[in-house]
């Protein structure tokens, strides 16, 4: 039996092979405990310890009628063996929970989000979605960073309503005030389209009173 650390990205996780055998298997389709013992050839009595262990770990969930299904914390799991075959399996798998044409990136950036903070993804992340990480993104946005587009495309559609935006000629922004000059942290801009750390005339339009004051 062999055994893959996820050290390297801040986790204290030990994976057995077996372990990721079946997290790989559910990447793709959801199994009764029959099922899954005959396509992983893994001995019934073992593949119950393993399960049980994955659903302890919040890696797989126990639905009704005995099914076994994949979480997104379980996918990332996968991913973070760096493992080619464990990684397009966890990307296939994420897809469907968040179908972006450049997933990989948006995955890779949040975890190296977290990493430059020392915080492993898996113990943030829930069992289907990014929403208790996004607080680390919208800090990183009020620092200045900038964004790859299909990072900028991800926030606006998942955690743009998180934040305290402003409505204005059908622009959907948020708005800061840094050293007196106002700037469009996040947002989506009837005329630049998504906007991350830029600025349009309009924005002037706007009540100061309405706008974050920051001092960075």
């Not at 049980?52 to 914390?73: A, C, F, M, P």
């Not at 379980?74 to 897809?95: H, P, Q, R, V």
């Not at 990493?115 to 289907?128: A, E, G, T």
């Not at 790859?148 to 991800?154: A, D, H, L, R, V």
Request: net charge positive; aromatic share 12%.
């Amino acid at each position: 039996m062999t055994f893959i650390s996820l050290e390297k990205y801040k986790c204290k996780e030990i994976l057995e092979d077996e372990d990721l055998l079946v997290l790989n298997k559910l990447a793709y389709s959801s199994y009764s405990l029959y099922k899954l013992q005959k396509c992983t050839k893994v001995p019934l009595t073992s593949l119950w310890r393993i399960i049980n262990k994955l659903i302890e770990k919040e890696y797989v969930l126990h639905q009704k009628r005995g099914i076994y299904t994949l979480t997104l914390k379980g996918a990332l799991a996968l991913y973070l063996t760096d493992k080619e075959e464990y990684k397009n399996s966890a990307l296939y798998f994420i897809s469907f929970l968040f179908p972006y044409k450049n997933i990989k990136n948006v995955i890779d950036y949040i975890i190296n989000l977290l990493l430059r903070k020392n915080i492993c993804i898996l113990n943030l992340v829930s069992l289907h979605g990014f929403e208790n990480i996004y607080p680390y993104i919208f800090s990183a946005l009020l620092q200045g960073e900038k964004l790859k587009p299909c990072m900028i495309e991800f926030i606006i559609d998942n955690y743009l309503d998180k934040i305290p935006y402003t409505i204005i000629d059908g622009c959907k922004l948020f708005i800061i005030i840094h050293n007196g000059v106002k700037k469009i942290v996040l947002g989506k801009c009837k005329v630049l389209g998504n906007v991350n750390n830029g600025y349009c005339s309009h924005i002037e339009k706007i009540d100061e009173k309405k706008i974050v004051k920051i001092l960075l």
